[in-house]
């Protein structure tokens, strides 16, 4: 998507066995020149990509699947020997996945395997609590990049978000059934779920989601500009949401916002989930969300969003 920046931009935010084979094949690329262990190596500075021995799937994992995709989940088992291109078990520790590592897309190559492929359906020939101890286990193989959806461009955005503007990968959940207030009175009380559809609204299925407090008066100082933040947002693909977490009440906040003539509406984190999902011990804070309530990444205090139109405009 070309993105024209804008010519005004003073006051932007600162800041088991084959089983698992066909998970790999055919779900994966390799066609990118940028060697993949120094993007992983560059991108673990606050999330331990590790998998605990404790791991009730771990067993799981060993039993059914680390020969083929090795003991570490590097696709080097001892029956990936003269395996090669898309027959060759995949290495989950790469950031390479041509779609992504989330739980839920792990569950449907499971259940429904991967056509052309080796991986054949798995449906429920294994228990539901099994099962689900497998994917989360595989999850813990994958670096935190690869659980950012790889199509339009995101993996590599978010990935220079981190990279090179301060962001921290996140593996924090914002859990659907949280209430919030909000400041609309066409919805003045909504969920979580229900603000998580808003991002099959957007090219992306992304959205940035700012937290912020009436008693934080950075963020009061630029809550202004959030509506050209979202006009960027929006351009890029994403969505963009408010929510206040300082102050339950959204009569309240929306008092507040009309004594600073600010037009902006607003969220509130009425039973306090939001707080108790993530680390707000200092606002604001933005968060990257993606449809199913994974916080992906997140950035704390100001941001200036002139880097992503910029990193944008490096990219055409």
């Given at each position: 998507m070309n993105v024209a920046s804008p010519k005004k931009m003073k006051h932007w935010w600162i800041p088991i066995p084959a089983l698992l084979i066909g998970l790999t094949a055919g779900v994966w690329t390799s066609n990118s020149k940028t060697p993949v262990q120094s993007t992983v190596s560059s991108s673990l500075t606050n999330i331990e990509r590790s998998a605990p021995k404790d791991h009730p799937?771990?067993?799981?994992?060993?039993?059914?699947c680390a020969r083929c995709h090795g003991l570490e989940g590097r696709g080097d088992g001892p029956e990936s020997a003269g395996l090669a291109g898309a027959a060759r078990p995949r290495d989950f520790t790469s950031t390479d996945w041509k779609s992504d590592a989330r739980s839920v897309t792990i569950e449907q190559m499971l259940n429904k395997g991967v056509p052309g492929t080796s991986m054949?359906?798995?449906?429920?020939?294994?228990?539901?609590?099994?099962?689900?101890?497998?994917?989360?286990?595989?999850e813990t193989l994958a670096p935190p990049a690869a659980r950012i959806p790889n199509n339009h461009s995101q993996r590599k955005r978010v990935q220079d978000l981190v990279d090179r503007f301060g962001w921290q990968w996140s593996s924090d959940r914002l859990k659907p059934g949280i209430k919030l207030g909000s400041t609309d009175g066409d919805r003045p009380e909504v969920t979580v779920s229900e603000i998580l559809k808003?991002?099959?609204?957007?090219?992306?299925?992304?959205?940035?989601?700012?937290?912020?407090?009436?008693?934080?008066?950075?963020?009061?100082?630029k809550l202004p500009e959030t509506a050209e933040i979202q006009s960027v947002l929006s351009?890029?693909?994403?969505?963009?949401?408010?929510?206040c977490v300082d102050e339950p009440s959204p009569t309240n906040?929306?008092?507040?916002?009309?004594?600073?003539?600010?037009?902006?509406?607003?969220?509130?984190?009425?039973d306090n989930g939001i707080k108790l999902s993530t680390d707000l011990s200092l606002l604001p804070v933005t968060m990257l969300v993606d449809e199913y309530g994974n916080i992906l990444a997140k950035f704390t205090g100001v941001f200036?969003?002139?880097?992503?139109?910029?990193?944008?405009?490096?990219?055409?």
């Open positions: 799937g771990r067993l799981l994992y060993l039993s059914n054949a359906a798995f449906g429920s020939t294994i228990g539901e609590i099994d099962r689900q101890n497998l994917i989360r286990y595989v808003t991002a099959t609204q957007s090219e992306t299925r992304l959205q940035f989601v700012l937290a912020w407090g009436v008693h934080c008066a950075i963020c009061v100082e351009r890029l693909g994403y969505g963009y949401q408010l929510i906040v929306q008092d507040f916002l009309n004594s600073k003539v600010i037009k902006s509406k607003s969220l509130t984190d009425s200036d969003w002139r880097n992503v139109i910029q990193a944008s405009d490096d990219a055409k």
